[in-house]
């Protein structure tokens, strides 16, 4: 039986499986196809370990979100923010700032569209649709200048996003072009695909890589040290470095989570 969904914006194919929508399935979520949960039981029976690796990725998300905050970051912008779930980043860092402003960025229509509606009435949160490989068309986007002041830092958040970047694309150059436009005291904050520990673990990822070809975004995972070398030259990593995600400055109360190595992790400064 076919689905059909008053919610679903036009040209949106919902017969091939979609990075934010398996990912919305996968922490729970409401916004996703048939096609969607399909892909993720098989990612999950290929790689039993998938579920904490989202988890993880998530729980660190909100993490560096109030760290941010701690340290004084009030501006965010969110590239590659999906379909909202559970500690958006906006719910986050208004918690701590109720002025904290967040922009949120996603190619995926449905991830927009249902942010926009989550955010109505919230003056300091906004979403618009663009692609993290044209990085000028964010920095430039008319909404974009309205809600950020680039000359006060602000943190951008490209967080389990660029494994969705080629080689071919220049996923560096394309940070550099962000951290150009940023001030000094500004951030980057990073979560990355990277290699499972041992030669097993990385045989059954490379099932999930596969079927990810399947998908308008293929994935490519990247070990620490080229995780470590998108970072722009200006930018210096915080501690504790680039990291297996619940190694980043933990809560005690998630402590006993079991370290997920695919799912790297890292957040830098500029000088
Ligand atoms: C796995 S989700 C991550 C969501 C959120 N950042 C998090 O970590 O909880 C990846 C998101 O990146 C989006 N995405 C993929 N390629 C993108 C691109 N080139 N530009 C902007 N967003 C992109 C997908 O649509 C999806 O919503």
Partial sequence: MSETYGWVPEGVDITVPDASRVYDYALGGVHNFAVDREFWHR???????????????????????????DAGVRQFLDIGSGIPTL??????????????????????PIAVQQSRSLLEGNPYARVIEGDLRDPEGILYHPDVLRLLDFSEPVAVLTVAVLHFVPDAADPAGILKRLGDAMVSGSFLVMS???????????????????????????VIIRDPEAVEALFPADFELVAPGVVSATYWHPDPDEADESPQPTALVAVARKR
Avoid: C, S
Wanted: hydrophobic share 40%; charged share 25%.
């Fill in 87 to 108: 500690g958006n980043v906006h719910e986050v860092a208004q918690e701590a700032n109720p002025d904290a402003r967040v922009m949120y960025v996603d190619i995926d």
């Fill in 192 to 218: 990355h695909a990277g290699p499972d520990a041992t030669p097993e673990g990385r045989a059954l990822q490379e099932q999930v890589r596969k079927l990810y070809e399947r998908t308008p975004t293929p």
């Fill in 43 to 69: 990612a999950e029976e290929a790689f039993p370990g998938a579920g904490l690796v989202a988890r993880a990725n998530r729980a660190f998300l909100g993490r560096a979100v109030r760290w941010l905050a």
